[in-house]
Structure formats: structure tokens, C-alpha cells
């Protein structure tokens, strides 16, 4: 008797096993996003707030941002949230996407040797700085990755009326932590959105050399992927995930994210922007700052 009950037993607990794992493997979503948001610890942060109010377990998959929006387009994400806005515009356009939302921002910043070379520190203007690095022909490492900021970068030296090319010129073909790191070795000039330059710690000579511009606002925008377009994306469990992340919950995870005490990014709710604004007035002048 006693064998026939464990055997009854464990054929119950096999039952079980077999009965709730279907569940659980269905409460994932896949977010393809960007370098930045992964190596700055952001999701370290917010994303276990999210699963322990929803049951849903968020699997991110970093790239840069061109290849983030491919990832949705051949329907291997549920999500892309990423920093190019133009290109996730299109992405809807194109029916890849369901709609765009605004999620937060940063800016991005110019750094350098401590030296500034170029002499980014007096430039009136991103467009003038990177002028500065052109004229001077002092190395520049560009991702050269189809990101959101080679998309920023190359905005930049269409404003400054310069086609980047030449020895001087450094196109890795990586992510922004190697791209900083490449800098610091050479050492470069580099643009970088701030929450990864606040997290990277192999800083070498580098520091700020030029931020502030109106033009190097960084936004960060969040769509899910056309189900209708994907049929097998998980569109309800996403679009909770996109609710949770606009909503004050979301929205107050980001801003409780910082290191040494500066937040890597904001929500983009209009309070936060002009509490951002006041705080940006506030400081330094930190175009030869501390970087």
C-alpha cells in the first residue's frame, strides 16, 4: 500500500509540475531596447518592481537602437523602447508598431581628454564643437552602430557642416561602453548620453568637455509591436508593462534611480522636465567640468 501511494503521489506532483509550467513560461515579455538603458543598471532597478506588482517577467535584449527596431520588425520582441525618435515614428508608421510613447529623457553629453585639444569648452554650440574636433583633427571614437546616438552624433556634424572622415575619425562598430573605453585609451573625444557616462567608471583622462545644448536632449520612447503585423507577440502582457512604465509607478521608479546621488534619467511627465530644467540652471557651468 504504501508504494502504491507514493507512486500515486508522485504521479499527482508530476501533474502539477506539468500543469502549472505552460503558465509560467507564458508570463515573460520580451523588450528589445538599447546599451544604454541595460548598462546603466536602469533595468536592474525598475524592472523587479514591475515584475513583483505584475507576476510578469520582463527578458531584455540590448542593442543599439537601429537593431533594437529590427529585432520588432522580424517579431523576436514584444517591445522596443529606445532613443531615436524619428526612426521609432517610422517604425509605427510603417505598421511595425502599434504606437509610440514617451517614456523619459536624458541629454547627451561631449567628453574628452582633460586637456580638450580642440578647446570643446568655449564652443557656443554642439554644432560648434564638434566643428572644433574636425578643423583641430583630433581623434573622435563614433559608435558607428546605427544607434540612437550615432543618430544624435551624425545630427551633429550635419549641423556643423562637416562629413566625419579620415584618421582622425574613429568608427567602432560598438556599444557605448567600448566606445568610451576605445576614447579613454587613445584618448578620444566621444558622445555619450549621460546616464552611461555616470555609470562608466574607466574614465581615464576623460571628462565632460561640452553639454547643455538645446539639441543633445535625449528622449526615450516605448511601442509595442503590431500584433496584428506578429500575431504571436504578447500584446496584453506588453502593452501592461507599457501601462505600468507611463503610469506615476513607473514613472516614480525612474526617477528613484540614481548613482552617487545624480539620477541617470527622468520621466518625461512635464513637472519632472521643469524640476530638471531648475536643477540644470542651478549647477556649474560644467563645460570644463567635473566630468
Same mark, same amino acid.
Given at each position: 500500500?504504501?508504494?502504491? /501511494?507514493?507512486? !500515486?503521489?508522485?504521479?499527482?506532483?508530476?501533474?502539477?509540475?506539468?500543469?502549472?509550467?505552460?503558465?509560467?513560461?507564458?508570463?515573460?515579455?520580451?523588450?528589445?531596447?538599447?546599451? @544604454? $538603458? =541595460?548598462? #546603466?543598471? !536602469?533595468?536592474?532597478?525598475?524592472?523587479?518592481?514591475?515584475?513583483?506588482?505584475?507576476?510578469?517577467?520582463?527578458?531584455?535584449?540590448?542593442?543599439?537602437?537601429?537593431?533594437?527596431? =529590427? $529585432?520588432?520588425?522580424?517579431?523576436?520582441?514584444?517591445?522596443?523602447?529606445?532613443?531615436? *525618435?524619428?526612426?521609432? %515614428?517610422?517604425?509605427?508608421?510603417?505598421?511595425?508598431?502599434?504606437?509610440?510613447?514617451?517614456?523619459?529623457?536624458?541629454?547627451?553629453?561631449?567628453?574628452?581628454?582633460?586637456?580638450?585639444?580642440?578647446?570643446?569648452? =568655449?564652443?557656443? #554650440?554642439?554644432?560648434?564643437?564638434?566643428?572644433?574636433?574636425?578643423?583641430?583633427?583630433?581623434?573622435?571614437?563614433?559608435?558607428?552602430?546605427? #544607434?540612437?546616438? /550615432?543618430?544624435?552624433?551624425?545630427?551633429?556634424?550635419?549641423?556643423?557642416?562637416?562629413?566625419?572622415?579620415?584618421?582622425?575619425? !574613429? #568608427?567602432?562598430?560598438?556599444?557605448?561602453?567600448?566606445?568610451?573605453?576605445?576614447?579613454?585609451?587613445?584618448? &578620444?573625444?566621444?558622445?555619450?548620453?549621460?546616464?552611461?557616462?555616470?555609470?562608466?567608471?574607466?574614465?581615464?583622462?576623460?571628462?565632460?568637455?561640452?553639454?547643455?545644448? =538645446?539639441?543633445?536632449?535625449?528622449?526615450?520612447?516605448?511601442?509595442?509591436? @503590431?500584433? %496584428? *503585423?506578429?500575431?504571436?507577440?504578447?500584446?496584453?502582457?506588453?502593452?501592461?508593462?507599457?501601462?505600468?512604465?507611463?503610469?506615476?509607478?513607473?514613472?516614480?521608479?525612474?526617477?528613484?534611480? @540614481?548613482?552617487?546621488?545624480?539620477?541617470?534619467?527622468?520621466?518625461? &511627465?512635464?513637472?519632472?522636465? *521643469?524640476? /530638471?530644467?531648475?536643477?540644470?540652471?542651478?549647477?556649474?557651468?560644467?563645460?570644463?567640468?567635473?566630468?
Amino acid at each position: 500500500m504504501n508504494r502504491i /501511494h507514493r507512486t !500515486l503521489v508522485a504521479a499527482a506532483s508530476g501533474l502539477v509540475i506539468l500543469t502549472t509550467l505552460p503558465a509560467a513560461a507564458q508570463s515573460f515579455i520580451t523588450v528589445a531596447s538599447t546599451t @544604454s $538603458t =541595460e548598462s #546603466s543598471g !536602469l533595468f536592474d532597478h525598475i524592472l523587479p518592481i514591475f515584475t513583483a506588482e505584475t507576476g510578469i517577467e520582463v527578458r531584455v535584449v540590448a542593442r543599439g537602437t537601429g537593431q533594437a527596431l =529590427e $529585432t520588432g520588425r522580424r517579431g523576436d520582441a514584444d517591445i522596443v523602447f529606445v532613443h531615436a *525618435r524619428a526612426l521609432e %515614428e517610422q517604425f509605427v508608421a510603417d505598421g511595425y508598431g502599434v504606437a509610440r510613447f514617451d517614456v523619459m529623457y536624458n541629454d547627451f553629453v561631449i567628453v574628452g581628454p582633460a586637456h580638450d585639444p580642440a578647446g570643446l569648452r =568655449e564652443a557656443g #554650440s554642439a554644432a560648434e564643437a564638434m566643428a572644433a574636433v574636425a578643423a583641430a583633427g583630433v581623434s573622435f571614437a563614433s559608435r558607428g552602430d546605427d #544607434s540612437g546616438t /550615432h543618430v544624435a552624433e551624425m545630427k551633429l556634424w550635419d549641423a556643423a557642416g562637416v562629413e566625419p572622415a579620415g584618421n582622425w575619425y !574613429l #568608427s567602432t562598430g560598438s556599444g557605448m561602453g567600448t566606445t568610451l573605453n576605445i576614447a579613454a585609451q587613445v584618448p &578620444a573625444y566621444a558622445l555619450t548620453d549621460r546616464g552611461t557616462w555616470l555609470g562608466f567608471r574607466n574614465r581615464g583622462p576623460l571628462e565632460i568637455v561640452f553639454e547643455g545644448d =538645446e539639441i543633445l536632449l535625449n528622449t526615450y520612447g516605448i511601442i509595442l509591436v @503590431s500584433p %496584428e *503585423r506578429h500575431p504571436h507577440v504578447k500584446a496584453e502582457d506588453g502593452q501592461a508593462f507599457i501601462d505600468w512604465i507611463i503610469s506615476d509607478a513607473g514613472q516614480n521608479a525612474i526617477a528613484g534611480f @540614481s548613482i552617487d546621488g545624480e539620477p541617470l534619467f527622468f520621466p518625461f &511627465a512635464d513637472r519632472a522636465r *521643469r524640476t /530638471h530644467r531648475r536643477a540644470t540652471a542651478a549647477r556649474p557651468n560644467r563645460r570644463g567640468g567635473r566630468g
